[in-house]
């Protein structure tokens, strides 16, 4: 009698209204087939029975390892998975914090080349296959979820998975680390991003931030010279990153053969792909991984769910609001809740599994829409175009002619409002820099802007932006960045504070040495007008009526990306100081960004 009291005293102390409220955790360092063992940590539900999937995180930023016992049902993030049942794993990848071997920043898919190879592919394969035979109450069934490097990790997982791994959701992925993720983006280096970052990640087995000397870093940055001067000033050539940045200026077989594109074949597990509209390091992954997913999805299990977030503001945030930006409803709890019916379908057969191929958040009206397609099919091509006047309007220009601007590498422009702190460092402005009001540099006199008249009706774009730039330069190589903006009434009668606000829902740089190849750069030809094709990404956005729509050009985005000489030199991460120079650069009318313009 008195343990059959005890195990009831146990259970109502763990559970709360038919929910989970406690699990204990263990720990195991997890042999891989190589010998090399991996950290990890386990949190199972306590309660006297029933079975349950694994939901597995890996990552190099040190895993969750809490208290022995641990309430999972007070963390945005957990608890509502938790609540109903799931044990969580938790792992350090190799070669980071408590994890044996050597850590290798994205790790190629060695093991399809040799079989008998490791990588976070096969090391995942490894991590289940313990988990199933040595963690009791488990239902055979495994889950992995991450954000950013987890993210990736999750992905990766899902290639030649372990039979009992059922469902992934890679959010907020790297895709392809030359074309358009972390540490370049057509082409044009990163170079905050990668210089921090780098350091943050390699300069021991922890984490550790670079020592700035001062708060603002745009100066820092700009009298930092040529990048050639970071190894011989700082780096000293021990982070392995860096070294590749330099070694690798183009689309070489180095950067190939990490794109995910070469190696993810088609969704082998159920596929949850997830991103940021304004995600201010990877927001290009998700949406790539989609389609490129989607090409082979016979299964019918390839998803995607696009919202108006940063940088993984959707796994644990309330998601109202980014900046200055209120979206009114908190899509971050919506977005959680969607996840666990995901997973709960897949790991543990709950509900009919009826989910639409698409949930993306509508900015502007600030409702969440499904698509039976991504993008909708309904949507129709129009083209915004740059005429003289300064003026952008649907309508072609007659008119043949350009607008001009001088691009100086000695003074460029600063990709977001000042200062410019460090990436993760306090008080950093980086999480929400791509919805800042772009007024800040639409007066200066390097940078371009078009505007349409004021709106007579809304208008609704849901889908992927493609400008075409027709520009040429007087030197022989440049950068051009291209904004595509939202304009505030002069007076928003909905939020005063919000009037005359320049709301930039697409932006994205292009270096124009990659206008032919990214594996095969060529200089510009001086003054010789071409059509730069670039991809500003999916956006689902309601220009309301009475807003404007603005075209914005540049040829600086500092310190985000590093400076063109604007000199066409083979590999600027040695080039000289006399290599920088000014430039004239044209941007000629008809020039034009094509909008999926949808009727409802």
Same mark, same amino acid.
């Given at each position: 009698?008195?343990?059959?009291?005890?195990?009831?005293?146990?259970?109502?102390?763990?559970?709360?209204?038919?929910?989970?409220?406690?699990?204990?955790?263990?720990?195991?360092?997890?042999?891989?087939?190589?010998?090399?063992?991996?950290?990890?940590?386990? @949190?199972?539900?306590?309660?006297?029975?029933?079975?349950?999937?694994?939901?597995?995180?890996?990552?190099? @930023?040190?895993?969750?390892?809490?208290?022995?016992?641990?309430?999972?049902?007070?963390?945005?993030?957990?608890?509502?998975?938790?609540?109903?049942?799931?044990?969580?794993?938790?792992?350090?990848?190799?070669?980071?914090?408590?994890?044996?071997?050597?850590?290798?920043?994205?790790?190629?898919?060695?093991?399809? $080349?040799?079989?008998?190879?490791?990588?976070?592919?096969?090391?995942?394969?490894?991590?289940?296959?313990?988990?199933?035979?040595?963690?009791?109450?488990?239902?055979?069934?495994?889950?992995?979820?991450?954000?950013?490097?987890?993210?990736?990790?999750?992905?990766?997982?899902?290639?030649?998975?372990?039979? $009992?791994?059922?469902?992934?959701?890679?959010?907020?992925?790297?895709?392809?680390?030359?074309?358009?993720?972390?540490?370049?983006?057509?082409?044009?280096?990163?170079?905050?991003?990668?210089?921090?970052?780098?350091?943050?990640?390699?300069?021991?087995?922890?984490?550790?931030?670079?020592?700035?000397?001062?708060?603002?870093?745009?100066?820092?940055?700009?009298?930092?010279?040529?990048?050639?001067?970071?190894?011989?000033?700082?780096?000293h050539r021990e982070l392995p990153t860096w070294n590749d940045f330099t070694q690798h200026p183009n689309y070489d077989s180095f950067w190939q053969k990490r794109s995910a594109m070469s190696y993810v074949p088609y969704p082998q597990t159920a596929m949850l792909h997830v991103g940021g509209y304004f995600d201010q390091e990877d927001m290009n992954g998700p949406q790539l991984m989609y389609r490129h997913m989607e090409k082979k999805d016979s299964f019918n299990r390839n998803y995607i769910v696009l919202g108006p977030w940063r940088h993984g503001q959707w796994f644990n945030g309330k998601g109202d609001s980014l900046g200055k930006i209120s979206f009114e409803v908190k899509t971050g709890e919506y977005f959680r809740?969607?996840?666990?019916?995901?997973?709960?379908?897949?790991?543990?057969?709950?509900?009919?599994?009826?989910?639409?191929?698409?949930?993306?958040?509508?900015?502007?009206?600030?409702?969440?829409?499904? @698509?039976?397609?991504?993008?909708?099919?309904?949507?129709?091509?129009?083209?915004?175009?740059?005429?003289?006047?300064?003026?952008?309007?649907?309508?072609?220009?007659?008119?043949?002619?350009?607008?001009?601007?001088?691009?100086?590498?000695?003074?460029?422009?600063?990709?977001?409002?000042?200062?410019?702190?460090?990436?993760?460092?306090?008080?950093?402005?980086?999480?929400?820099?791509?919805?800042?009001?772009?007024?800040?540099? =639409? =007066? #200066?006199?390097?940078?371009?802007?078009?505007?349409?008249?004021?709106?007579?009706?809304?208008?609704?774009?849901?889908?992927?932006?493609?400008?075409?730039?027709?520009?040429?330069?007087?030197?022989?190589?440049?950068?051009?960045?291209?904004?595509?903006?939202?304009?505030?009434?002069?007076?928003? +009668?909905?939020?005063?504070?919000?009037?005359?606000?320049?709301?930039?829902?697409?932006?994205?740089?292009?270096?124009?040495?990659?206008?032919?190849?990214?594996?095969?750069?060529?200089?510009?030809?001086?003054?010789?007008?071409?059509?730069?094709?670039?991809?500003?990404?999916?956006?689902?956005?309601?220009?309301?009526?009475?807003? #404007?729509?603005?075209?914005?050009?540049?040829?600086?985005?500092?310190?985000?990306?590093?400076?063109?000489? +604007?000199?066409?030199?083979?590999?600027?991460?040695?080039?000289?100081?006399?290599?920088? +120079?000014?430039?004239? +650069?044209?941007?000629?009318?008809?020039?034009?960004?094509?909008?999926?313009?949808?009727?409802?």
């Amino acid at each position: 009698m008195m343990k059959i009291f005890l195990i009831g005293f146990l259970f109502c102390q763990f559970l709360s209204n038919g929910q989970i409220t406690a699990y204990k955790k263990s720990t195991a360092m997890i042999p891989m087939r190589d010998g090399v063992k991996l950290f990890t940590v386990i @949190y199972s539900p306590i309660i006297p029975e029933g079975k349950f999937p694994f939901m597995i995180e890996r990552t190099p @930023y040190g895993a969750f390892d809490r208290s022995d016992t641990f309430n999972f049902s007070t963390i945005p993030g957990y608890s509502e998975m938790a609540k109903d049942g799931y044990i969580f794993i938790f792992q350090d990848i190799r070669g980071k914090f408590k994890s044996e071997g050597k850590m290798e920043m994205n790790r190629p898919m060695y093991h399809k $080349a040799d079989p008998s190879a490791v990588d976070e592919s096969t090391d995942t394969y490894d991590t289940i296959d313990w988990l199933i035979k040595n963690v009791s109450n488990n239902n055979g069934k495994a889950g992995i979820r991450g954000v950013s490097y987890d993210g990736w990790l999750a992905m990766l997982a899902s290639v030649d998975p372990h039979p $009992a791994l059922k469902a992934a959701s890679e959010q907020a992925t790297p895709a392809d680390m030359f074309l358009g993720d972390d540490f370049h983006h057509n082409g044009a280096f990163r170079l905050s991003y990668g210089f921090e970052y780098s350091y943050l990640f390699e300069h021991e087995k922890e984490t550790s931030s670079f020592p700035f000397p001062q708060f603002d870093l745009y100066e820092w940055y700009l009298k930092l010279g040529s990048l050639k001067n970071v190894n011989e000033k700082y780096f000293h050539r021990e982070l392995p990153t860096w070294n590749d940045f330099t070694q690798h200026p183009n689309y070489d077989s180095f950067w190939q053969k990490r794109s995910a594109m070469s190696y993810v074949p088609y969704p082998q597990t159920a596929m949850l792909h997830v991103g940021g509209y304004f995600d201010q390091e990877d927001m290009n992954g998700p949406q790539l991984m989609y389609r490129h997913m989607e090409k082979k999805d016979s299964f019918n299990r390839n998803y995607i769910v696009l919202g108006p977030w940063r940088h993984g503001q959707w796994f644990n945030g309330k998601g109202d609001s980014l900046g200055k930006i209120s979206f009114e409803v908190k899509t971050g709890e919506y977005f959680r809740e969607l996840q666990k019916k995901w997973f709960d379908y897949w790991l543990k057969g709950i509900g009919p599994g009826k989910f639409d191929e698409a949930y993306c958040f509508q900015t502007g009206s600030n409702v969440w829409k499904s @698509y039976s397609a991504w993008p909708p099919k309904e949507a129709t091509i129009k083209k915004l175009y740059a005429a003289p006047g300064n003026r952008c309007s649907f309508d072609k220009p007659i008119s043949t002619g350009f607008t001009s601007y001088i691009s100086d590498p000695a003074h460029p422009v600063p990709y977001r409002i000042p200062p410019i702190e460090a990436t993760y460092g306090r008080g950093s402005h980086w999480y929400f820099w791509q919805v800042e009001d772009q007024r800040f540099v =639409s =007066s #200066r006199p390097d940078v371009i802007t078009f505007t349409s008249d004021s709106l007579t009706d809304d208008l609704i774009v849901t889908g992927k932006i493609m400008t075409h730039l027709v520009a040429s330069t007087s030197g022989t190589d440049a950068d051009w960045v291209v904004k595509l903006i939202d304009v505030y009434p002069n007076f928003d +009668q909905k939020n005063f504070s919000m009037s005359q606000y320049q709301f930039p829902i697409a932006m994205e740089v292009f270096r124009a040495r990659f206008r032919k190849s990214f594996s095969n750069p060529m200089p510009l030809i001086p003054n010789k007008p071409e059509d730069f094709v670039i991809d500003l990404h999916d956006i689902n956005h309601v220009f309301k009526k009475g807003h #404007r729509l603005m075209i914005q050009v540049q040829s600086t985005w500092f310190p985000v990306i590093d400076r063109n000489p +604007q000199k066409y030199v083979p590999n600027i991460f040695e080039a000289e100081e006399n290599d920088f +120079q000014k430039a004239e +650069q044209r941007v000629y009318y008809g020039s034009y960004i094509e909008l999926p313009v949808m009727k409802e």
